[in-house]
């Protein structure tokens, strides 16, 4: 709980106007206004893809603004990582930017390193620097001679934390630094948070867990669509109200209506499914015409249940397509056995970028329009054009080149080398990240016509909304092995976050 | 300020026991050779050849101490050989009879390696090409460069260079005690600013921008050095062959690497060995004995060195599998 | 439509660059050197260029799949070495010694291929293994024989002039279509540009990226002994080295045929323009009285400059 008092000084800590930054023609962000005030915990909310890490980007220095301006403490930024570090900008980021080949204490006081008259770095004092520091912070348990390739994901996310902190900055920036440790940790994590911002520093908390971010902000601030669409006082702000401004648009609206209709035929029979500590003894079933949820927190093995069920990740189980007995343990088995996967990232794993939609389309179905190794391409060109249009692709022909397409058309290019292709058992990783609404009611609606058809669908998503509105069953992963199932009545909001915290029983 | 709470150490991930272990390979690959030669040749163990031993592999182990530092960075240098080429012809064709004129030209062609490091590594960075194809580039043209200066092996080294790359101290070639000076320089450059700043960029390029290192400079500063030791490489050359030659460097780009690489250094940049690269470059010189004390044709050495620079590779990709799986 | 056009040009604006810079260094030489624009100087320009050109494609392949291949030099040269010693000047012998030389390209390509694909080996440091290690198996199987003269089969087939082009260029011709044909019209073409463009991608989508990647080293060792062949017929005999001044070269033609070096981006008609284009340059070498090393550096300075001008384009591109 927060005990201080939050007053709104001036001037502000972190000052954003007008800021605006796209890639490749795709904004990232619009216009978007900020201020965050001395003294305060910040938290900044949004789904994947709504502008937060791009924001976190520019205030770091890793990334210029195409328009607008960013200050801190008065002072304006506008240099790169050295120039935010200089000006007291400090960030645990998402991607741990610690330098594996280097001890932890080389890292924590990289490029701030106690020198020898001679110019060279004193290793001794480097050392006793980092316990000194470790004392004050209560780190416990981990040498500081220990190179960090070599250390847990969670020992290196205390490990940034514990850099960040390290040189008393006056912005601190926690961007889902808290998603591998476990809850002792995350208190400690919060806490440190805390005294920064007692101490007169600003604290910008980017979580996706809901409760952590209201346990300790004191204003919350929503990013969508690639806005800043509101600053609220946590005191005076609903869950309901914090979800619907995430979402743009009441829940309940966005999807299509449920068709609780059953066979009963099993098209996918998974036991036993363990991949080193990641995924332990998962099972599950996938009827025909049924959409089976894959939800929990973060990292908790839903990406490595997806891949391993696509053959792209090594793991051990038993899984019966239709029936019969499968070993899936590359893609190509995986298309062949009639699994196909829309990966989480479309533009590094999904998409050709610098391709044309056809040559996306088609690339899972090569074999089917050869012949003798030469390619048909009336063939291709009506398959492909009929599946675009089917799934309404906004683009000028299918020769148009995938970077050029927007987010949503981007996943529907994807979504159209998969039904091309004769898998009938989809496996879909968050298809609506980071996409506008428009489309995603496209997808939603794809998704239940797939499931008219016969599909069989596997959906992970982030978003536990999505999840209860379309799983006709949801199975919640906890730590890599199942920690429930939910259906019919069970099957809700409340449940589901239970469930991922582990407080869900029959 | 309330007491913040105490952690402890979490599941630390397994440590296979064979990425533990610093990879033995050059120095256990150099016993048994130095063991093969030995057998037919006793006098091989001595003091005496341990400083032709050394004469031998020197001009590998200067270019090697190079390519490993780029290598550290994340890069890749062919350009040493042309690097090499030209500094010999320029050697043989500029130094005249010796004296101040030749010191002056020492320097000089210290200096020009230095500088087409720098290059090197201003292209690299600057216009965002990979290493392997503009050093590929620069190799060609140096060496294009060096036919013209001295179309054939040739030309003149002043009789005070060949005594001095020759001298010894105390029974010891003076090059035994260059290679005390590496090590200084090793332990000096791991220890600065800017070695720490190398390994962090190949280590982790995208953490070390973060982190905020100075790429450019750092990138530059990186392959400099390469070009310089390339440089001392071509000047220690003509203390051995007395001449220039415009294509002696080639011969070397392959076995810089590859001593690299048996030393334990990781070619995708982050971690070194410098001592396992003088081993390695000692292992690919020994290489060269054992195939004259068996008399087995010369062209096996370079047979070897490919296959071991191969395996080397491979061995590397190995431990770096096993790591993330164990 | 006047649309569909614009689109396409500017989709292909790195292979007609290079080919609009071949035609107009060609007349702007041609204005200059008397002679060199005559039939039989052009026949020997493209029968030169032929030599590049193949080698070239098998390196093109091997660039658009994301690798290199560095091993030409060798390959060529160990072909080239063991057919003119086998033969022994005998036609005849051709008939065994040819399936011999080209199953053993294919063969070190297929190993260069298998380093890299599967077991994960850098392409530059596995084919530059490969390139020294044959270097030093054919110095120790064939160095000091006493022939090295072609057998006058090949020299014939190389040469010989048939519709105004030698035989040689003919060659070339045909293994461009090929390569076209391979890379525009099939599925393994369709491949080729996904493994090269982005792996993980290629690995979602099913497809089989080291049997793709392998393919490529093998064309690749095929493309350099077929230059070897054809450079013994055009010289009359192999010599021990003359395919090293082929490895700068593949790389030159490539890269200023407007493909990526990175993968993914390009055509092998780009290296038709590419081959060309160095070809006139060096083709002046000797009419300018210049000595060979100019060969070397102009080999470097098209990699740098055309690499160099494709990257500021990118950056523009992306920024």
Same mark, same amino acid.
């Given at each position: 709980?927060?005990?201080?008092?939050?007053?709104?000084?001036?001037?502000?800590?972190?000052?954003?106007?007008?800021?605006?930054?796209?890639?490749?023609?795709?904004?990232?962000?619009?216009?978007?206004?900020?201020?965050?005030?001395?003294?305060?915990?910040?938290?900044?909310?949004?789904?994947?893809?709504?502008?937060?890490?791009?924001?976190?980007?520019?205030?770091?220095?890793?990334?210029?603004?195409?328009?607008?301006?960013?200050?801190?403490?008065?002072?304006?930024?506008?240099?790169?990582?050295?120039?935010?570090?200089?000006?007291?900008?400090?960030?645990?980021?998402?991607?741990?930017?610690?330098?594996?080949?280097?001890?932890?204490?080389?890292?924590?006081?990289?490029?701030?390193?106690?020198?020898?008259?001679?110019?060279?770095?004193?290793?001794?004092?480097?050392?006793?620097? =980092? !316990? #000194?520091?470790?004392?004050? @912070?209560? /780190?416990? &348990?981990?040498?500081?001679?220990?190179?960090?390739?070599?250390?847990? $994901?969670?020992?290196?996310?205390?490990?940034?934390?514990?850099?960040?902190?390290?040189?008393?900055?006056?912005?601190?920036?926690?961007?889902?630094?808290?998603?591998?440790?476990?809850?002792?940790?995350?208190?400690?994590?919060?806490?440190?948070?805390?005294?920064?911002?007692?101490?007169?520093?600003?604290?910008?908390?980017?979580?996706?867990?809901?409760?952590?971010?209201?346990?300790?902000?004191?204003?919350?601030?929503?990013?969508?669509?690639?806005?800043?669409?509101?600053?609220?006082?946590?005191?005076?702000?609903?869950?309901?109200?914090?979800?619907?401004?995430?979402?743009?648009?009441?829940?309940?609206?966005?999807?299509?209506?449920?068709?609780? =209709? !059953? #066979?009963?035929?099993?098209? @996918?029979? /998974?036991? &036993?499914?363990?991949?080193?500590?990641?995924?332990?003894?998962?099972? $599950?079933?996938?009827?025909?015409?049924?959409?089976?949820?894959?939800?929990?927190?973060?990292?908790?093995?839903?990406?490595?249940?997806?891949?391993?069920?696509?053959?792209?990740?090594?793991?051990?189980?038993?899984?019966?397509?239709?029936?019969?007995?499968?070993?899936?343990?590359?893609?190509?088995?995986?298309?062949?056995?009639?699994?196909?996967?829309?990966?989480?990232?479309?533009?590094?794993?999904?998409?050709?970028?610098?391709?044309?939609?056809?040559?996306?389309?088609?690339?899972?179905?090569?074999?089917?329009?050869?012949?003798?190794?030469?390619?048909?391409?009336?063939?291709?060109?009506?398959?492909?054009?009929?599946?675009?249009?089917?799934?309404?692709?906004?683009?000028?022909?299918?020769?148009?080149?995938?970077?050029?397409?927007?987010?949503?058309?981007?996943?529907?290019?994807?979504?159209?080398?998969?039904?091309?292709?004769?898998?009938?058992?989809?496996?879909?990783?968050?298809?609506?990240?980071?996409?506008?609404?428009?489309?995603?009611?496209?997808?939603?609606?794809?998704?239940?016509?797939?499931?008219?058809?016969?599909?069989?669908?596997?959906?992970?998503?982030?978003?536990?909304?999505?999840?209860?509105?379309?799983?006709?069953?949801?199975?919640?992963?906890?730590?890599?092995?199942?920690?429930?199932?939910?259906?019919?009545?069970?099957?809700?909001?409340?449940?589901?976050?239970?469930?991922?915290?582990?407080?869900?029983?029959? | 300020?309330?007491?913040?709470?105490?952690?402890?150490?979490?599941?630390?991930?397994?440590?296979?026991?064979?990425?533990?272990?610093?990879?033995?390979?050059?120095?256990?690959?150099?016993?048994?050779?130095?063991?093969?030669?030995?057998?037919?040749?006793?006098?091989?163990?001595?003091?005496?050849?341990?400083?032709?031993?050394?004469?031998?592999?020197?001009?590998?182990?200067?270019?090697?101490?190079?390519?490993?530092?780029?290598?550290?960075?994340?890069?890749?240098?062919?350009?040493?050989?042309?690097?090499?080429?030209?500094?010999?012809?320029?050697?043989?064709?500029?130094?005249?009879?010796?004296?101040?004129?030749?010191?002056?030209?020492?320097?000089?062609?210290?200096?020009?390696?230095?500088?087409?490091?720098?290059?090197?590594?201003?292209?690299?960075?600057?216009?965002?090409?990979?290493?392997?194809?503009?050093?590929?580039?620069?190799?060609?043209?140096?060496?294009?460069?060096?036919?013209?200066?001295?179309?054939?092996?040739?030309?003149?080294?002043?009789?005070?260079?060949?005594?001095?790359?020759?001298?010894?101290?105390?029974?010891?070639?003076?090059?035994?005690?260059?290679?005390?000076?590496?090590?200084?320089?090793?332990?000096?450059?791991?220890?600065?600013?800017?070695?720490?700043?190398?390994?962090?960029?190949?280590?982790?390029?995208?953490?070390?921008?973060?982190?905020?290192?100075?790429?450019?400079?750092?990138?530059?500063?990186?392959?400099?050095?390469?070009?310089?030791?390339?440089?001392?490489?071509?000047?220690?050359?003509?203390?051995?062959?007395?001449?220039?030659?415009?294509?002696?460097?080639?011969?070397?780009?392959?076995?810089?690497?590859?001593?690299?690489?048996?030393?334990?250094?990781?070619?995708?940049?982050?971690?070194?060995?410098?001592?396992?690269?003088?081993?390695?470059?000692?292992?690919?010189?020994?290489?060269?004995?054992?195939?004259?004390?068996?008399?087995?044709?010369?062209?096996?050495?370079?047979?070897?060195?490919?296959?071991?620079?191969?395996?080397?590779?491979?061995?590397?990709?190995?431990?770096?599998?096993?790591?993330?799986?164990? | 439509?006047?649309?569909?056009?614009?689109?396409?040009?500017?989709?292909?604006?790195?292979?007609?660059?290079?080919?609009?810079?071949?035609?107009?260094?060609?007349?702007?030489?041609?204005?200059?050197?008397?002679?060199?624009?005559?039939?039989?100087?052009?026949?020997?320009?493209?029968?030169?260029?032929?030599?590049?050109?193949?080698?070239?494609?098998?390196?093109?392949?091997?660039?658009?799949?994301?690798?290199?291949?560095?091993?030409?030099?060798?390959?060529?040269?160990?072909?080239?070495?063991?057919?003119?010693?086998?033969?022994?000047?005998?036609?005849?012998?051709?008939?065994?010694?040819?399936?011999?030389?080209?199953?053993?390209?294919?063969?070190?390509?297929?190993?260069?291929?298998?380093?890299?694909?599967?077991?994960?080996?850098?392409?530059?440091?596995?084919?530059?293994?490969?390139?020294?290690?044959?270097?030093?198996?054919?110095?120790?199987?064939?160095?000091?024989?006493?022939?090295?003269?072609?057998?006058?089969?090949?020299?014939?087939?190389?040469?010989?002039?048939?519709?105004?082009?030698?035989?040689?260029?003919?060659?070339?011709?045909?293994?461009?279509?090929?390569?076209?044909?391979?890379?525009?019209?099939?599925?393994?073409?369709?491949?080729?540009?996904?493994?090269?463009?982005?792996?993980?991608?290629?690995?979602?989508?099913?497809?089989?990226?080291?049997?793709?990647?392998?393919?490529?080293?093998?064309?690749?060792?095929?493309?350099?002994?077929?230059?070897?062949?054809?450079?013994?017929?055009?010289?009359?005999?192999?010599?021990?080295?003359?395919?090293?001044?082929?490895?700068?070269?593949?790389?030159?033609?490539?890269?200023?045929?407007?493909?990526?070096?990175?993968?993914?981006?390009?055509?092998?008609?780009?290296?038709?323009?590419?081959?060309?284009?160095?070809?006139?340059?060096?083709?002046?070498?000797?009419?300018?009285?210049?000595?060979?090393?100019?060969?070397?550096?102009?080999?470097?300075?098209?990699?740098?400059?055309?690499?160099?001008?494709?990257?500021?384009?990118?950056?523009?591109?992306?920024?």
């Amino acid at each position: 709980m927060k005990d201080h008092a939050v007053e709104v000084a001036s001037p502000a800590a972190l000052d954003a106007k007008g800021i605006s930054k796209s890639f490749g023609g795709i904004a990232a962000l619009q216009h978007v206004d900020f201020s965050g005030s001395p003294g305060e915990v910040h938290g900044l909310l949004g789904e994947n893809g709504a502008g937060k890490s791009t924001f976190i980007k520019l205030i770091v220095g890793a990334l210029r603004p195409d328009a607008g301006t960013i200050s801190v403490f008065g002072e304006a930024l506008g240099g790169g990582p050295r120039r935010a570090r200089r000006l007291g900008v400090a960030a645990v980021l998402q991607e741990i930017p610690l330098i594996p080949d280097l001890t932890v204490a080389q890292n924590i006081w990289f490029r701030d390193e106690p020198m020898h008259r001679l110019g060279m770095i004193s290793e001794r004092r480097l050392l006793s620097m =980092t !316990r #000194t520091l470790f004392e004050r @912070l209560g /780190v416990e &348990g981990i040498g500081p001679s220990a190179l960090v390739r070599e250390l847990s $994901l969670s020992n290196r996310q205390v490990i940034a934390i514990s850099r960040s902190v390290a040189h008393s900055p006056r912005v601190l920036i926690f961007d889902e630094a808290t998603s591998a440790l476990p809850p002792k940790e995350v208190e400690w994590a919060l806490s440190l948070a805390r005294d920064i911002a007692r101490q007169g520093g600003l604290v910008i908390f980017i979580s996706h867990r809901l409760r952590e971010v209201r346990t300790v902000a004191d204003r919350i601030t929503i990013f969508r669509n690639s806005r800043a669409v509101g600053t609220y006082r946590t005191e005076e702000v609903s869950d309901d109200r914090l979800i619907t401004e995430m979402l743009g648009r009441p829940p309940q609206m966005l999807y299509p209506p449920p068709q609780r =209709t !059953r #066979t009963t035929r099993l098209m @996918l029979e /998974v036991r &036993g499914l363990n991949a080193g500590d990641r995924l332990k003894d998962v099972a $599950l079933d996938v009827r025909e015409g049924e959409i089976l949820g894959i939800g929990g927190l973060e990292g908790q093995g839903q990406n490595e249940l997806l891949l391993a069920l696509a053959g792209l990740r090594p793991a051990r189980g038993e899984i019966k397509v239709n029936g019969v007995g499968m070993n899936i343990s590359s893609s190509r088995q995986a298309l062949r056995a009639g699994i196909a996967l829309i990966p989480e990232d479309r533009q590094s794993q999904g998409l050709l970028l610098t391709k044309s939609i056809r040559h996306n389309v088609s690339l899972s179905i090569l074999g089917g329009i050869t012949r003798w190794g030469v390619l048909n391409l009336t063939k291709e060109t009506h398959l492909v054009e009929s599946m675009t249009k089917r799934l309404n692709v906004k683009a000028t022909d299918i020769d148009q080149i995938a970077r050029t397409l927007s987010g949503g058309n981007q996943q529907k290019v994807l979504m159209a080398r998969v039904l091309l292709t004769k898998a009938r058992i989809l496996l879909l990783n968050d298809p609506a990240r980071g996409v506008d609404v428009g489309t995603k009611a496209d997808i939603f609606g794809l998704l239940r016509q797939l499931t008219a058809e016969g599909y069989g669908i596997v959906l992970h998503s982030t978003d536990f909304q999505e999840l209860v509105n379309l799983s006709d069953r949801l199975m919640i992963l906890r730590g890599g092995s199942i920690s429930a199932i939910l259906q019919g009545d069970d099957l809700t909001e409340t449940n589901a976050l239970s469930a991922s915290v582990g407080n869900w029983t029959n | 300020m309330t007491p913040p709470a105490q952690i402890e150490s979490h599941k630390r991930r397994p440590r296979s026991w064979l990425s533990e272990v610093p990879i033995p390979m050059p120095y256990i690959a150099l016993a048994i050779l130095v063991a093969m030669v030995t057998t037919q040749r006793p006098s091989y163990l001595s003091v005496a050849q341990l400083n032709l031993t050394t004469l031998e592999a020197f001009s590998l182990i200067l270019v090697t101490v190079g390519q490993t530092i780029v290598i550290l960075s994340g890069g890749l240098d062919l350009s040493v050989g042309g690097v090499i080429n030209l500094t010999t012809v320029l050697a043989a064709t500029q130094f005249g009879r010796g004296g101040a004129h030749m010191v002056v030209w020492i320097l000089l062609l210290l200096l020009l390696g230095l500088a087409i490091g720098a290059v090197n590594g201003a292209v690299v960075r600057r216009l965002r090409m990979q290493p392997f194809v503009v050093t590929l580039a620069t190799w060609s043209i140096l060496s294009g460069v060096s036919l013209l200066i001295l179309p054939t092996p040739g030309g003149q080294i002043p009789a005070s260079w060949l005594s001095f790359g020759n001298m010894t101290v105390g029974g010891l070639s003076i090059w035994v005690m260059g290679l005390a000076g590496i090590a200084v320089f090793w332990v000096s450059f791991t220890r600065r600013p800017l070695g720490r700043a190398i390994k962090a960029l190949g280590s982790n390029s995208e953490a070390a921008y973060l982190a905020g290192v100075r790429v450019a400079p750092t990138v530059v500063g990186a392959y400099a050095l390469c070009g310089l030791f390339a440089a001392a490489c071509g000047l220690f050359l003509t203390t051995q062959t007395g001449g220039g030659s415009p294509i002696i460097g080639n011969d070397f780009v392959l076995p810089s690497v590859a001593a690299t690489a048996i030393g334990g250094t990781r070619l995708t940049g982050g971690f070194a060995s410098l001592a396992g690269a003088i081993a390695g470059a000692y292992v690919l010189t020994v290489i060269n004995d054992v195939v004259f004390t068996f008399g087995i044709p010369q062209a096996w050495s370079i047979v070897l060195s490919g296959l071991l620079l191969v395996m080397a590779v491979f061995l590397g990709e190995l431990r770096g599998l096993l790591h993330r799986w164990a | 439509m006047m649309g569909d056009r614009l689109k396409w040009v500017r989709r292909n604006v790195g292979t007609l660059g290079a080919y609009a810079v071949a035609v107009i260094l060609f007349s702007a030489i041609t204005a200059f050197v008397p002679g060199f624009g005559s039939a039989a100087h052009i026949r020997f320009l493209l029968l030169t260029a032929a030599f590049v050109g193949v080698v070239a494609l098998g390196q093109t392949f091997v660039i658009l799949g994301g690798g290199f291949d560095l091993s030409i030099p060798w390959t060529l040269n160990a072909v080239s070495t063991i057919t003119t010693a086998l033969c022994l000047g005998h036609d005849t012998r051709l008939l065994w010694v040819l399936p011999l030389v080209f199953g053993l390209a294919a063969l070190i390509g297929l190993i260069n291929g298998v380093g890299v694909a599967i077991f994960r080996i850098s392409p530059i440091i596995m084919t530059m293994a490969m390139n020294v290690i044959g270097q030093g198996l054919v110095v120790l199987g064939f160095s000091g024989l006493s022939s090295t003269k072609s057998p006058p089969l090949i020299r014939d087939m190389v040469n010989r002039v048939v519709v105004e082009l030698p035989i040689g260029v003919w060659i070339w011709l045909l293994l461009a279509a090929i390569a076209t044909i391979l890379l525009s019209f099939t599925g393994f073409g369709r491949r080729l540009y996904a493994v090269g463009t982005n792996d993980q991608v290629s690995r979602f989508a099913g497809i089989n990226i080291a049997a793709t990647r392998i393919a490529t080293y093998v064309i690749s060792g095929v493309c350099a002994g077929i230059a070897g062949l054809m450079l013994t017929g055009f010289i009359g005999e192999s010599s021990l080295g003359f395919g090293d001044p082929f490895l700068f070269a593949s790389v030159a033609a490539v890269a200023v045929g407007g493909a990526s070096v990175l993968g993914g981006q390009g055509h092998y008609l780009g290296t038709v323009a590419g081959a060309l284009i160095l070809t006139f340059l060096t083709g002046l070498l000797p009419i300018l009285n210049l000595a060979q090393g100019w060969l070397e550096i102009i080999y470097g300075l098209a990699i740098l400059v055309t690499v160099g001008i494709a990257n500021m384009e990118r950056f523009r591109l992306e920024a």
